[in-house]
């Protein structure tokens, strides 16, 4: 009983103090020049005048260099894209992984370190679609735009991805290479991949599906992983031990130069100029095996420098405000001896669309970038 008297006798007191309380809340908020900022879910931060945008970069390998090439596209793409019209000038915080897991191990650290700077956004090229998935949730969480390219990473959100049309340059070889030989031979091939990115399992996608499209048949007479040039020299030497004897061997799909060249040079070595190899990313060093018709028939070539533009360019429009897709696709062009005149190397402009001279289910190649919604 004593107990409830004494609630009853607080109650008006307290809910007097509550409605001050509330009301002088209220008449802070309303009064003028002491107005509280709303959230603001966009990526656009207030700037100092003459404050530039510092944006990290996270960069897979030295040694690839078609990956050299787009870090080039984009370190100078990053000079060109402020004017005093469009906005700020870049800073750029570039960092490299290296290969191997050693390299997937210190991009996660990087990733950490970038996050702990503040930066204003930050583009990361994985060297594996999960090994920044704590990263990019973190990025999620501080509002700090992550945009991808050349391979997705999951987890997280990403503001944007920028990459080749992997599955275009997969089916572009298989189609080639399907043309080259009769439906009805079996065709016996090794696969050289590399399955922990994207870009590569899209690319393998799209050869088998273009071989199977055209009405060829094969069987896969061996896999192995490589996309680097230590790891090709291994491949290039453990395919020659696995098939010692010419015609035991008809194709080879490498799924990039960076570990490719290397296997097409323990083949050379060896005088296996019988079997035919297909590659994607148009280095120089492969464009000249097609060219001297050292066992390369075909390079499905990224515009690799363009790809970086590409990426810089979406971030600095993030950054601005700007809504952007959320997935770009660059196309990749069909390097063979009857295509070379055409095709304008990794820092040249996009080539022209031409007729294919091969039967191909999409007869004309086109230099349009495909976007998408979705990521």
């Known amino acids: 009983m004593g107990g409830r008297a004494h609630i009853k006798k607080a109650a008006p007191f307290a809910a ?71 906005g700020p000038a870049v800073e750029l915080v570039t960092r490299v992984a290296g290969d191997g897991d050693e390299g997937q191990e210190r991009q996660i650290r990087q990733m950490r370190e970038l996050l702990e700077m503040k930066l204003d956004a930050i583009i990361v090229q994985p060297t594996d679609n999960a090994a920044l998935s704590d990263g990019l949730r973190q990025a999620n969480r501080q509002k700090v735009p992550v945009v991808a390219y050349d391979q997705f990473s999951e987890g997280g959100t990403l503001a944007a991805f920028v990459t080749s049309d992997n599955r275009q340059a997969g089916e572009l070889d298989g189609e080639y290479i399907a043309s080259r030989f009769s439906n009805e031979r079996v065709l016996k091939i090794a696969l050289v991949e590399y399955p922990q990115v994207s870009s590569t399992v899209a690319r393998v996608d ?117 809504k952007v897709p959320r997935r770009q696709l660059v196309p990749v062009f069909p390097i063979t001896k009857e295509t070379r005149s055409r095709y304008n190397g990794w820092e040249g402009a996009i080539a022209e669309p031409f007729d294919k001279p091969w039967p191909s289910k999409t007869p004309r190649w086109t230099p349009n970038t495909r976007s998408t919604t979705s990521p």
């Open 206 to 322: 799209g050869f088998f599906a273009a071989l199977r499209a055209q009405g060829q048949r094969y069987e896969l007479a061996g896999v192995y992983q490589a996309v680097e040039p230590v790891a090709g020299r291994k491949v290039g030497k453990q395919i020659l031990a696995d098939f010692p004897e010419r015609g035991s061997l008809d194709v080879v799909f490498t799924v990039n130069d960076g570990g490719g060249l290397n296997v097409v040079d323990e083949l050379a070595k060896a005088d296996r100029d019988e079997i035919q190899v297909a590659t994607v990313d148009g280095d120089p060093a492969s464009v000249k095996n097609i060219e001297a018709g050292r066992l390369t028939v075909i390079d499905s070539a990224q515009f690799c420098a363009e790809l970086g533009r590409v990426a810089m360019r979406t971030t600095y429009s993030i950054l601005q405000g700007q």
């Open 16 to 86: 007097l103090v509550a409605v001050l309380v509330i009301g002088w809340v209220v008449a802070k908020r309303s009064a003028p020049g002491t107005a509280e900022p709303r959230p603001d879910s966009s990526t656009t931060k207030p700037r100092k005048a003459g404050e530039p945008y510092r944006i990290g970069v996270l960069y897979w390998s030295a040694t690839i260099q078609g990956q050299v090439a787009m870090r080039k596209g984009l370190e100078d793409e990053s000079t060109r894209v402020a004017t005093p019209v469009n």
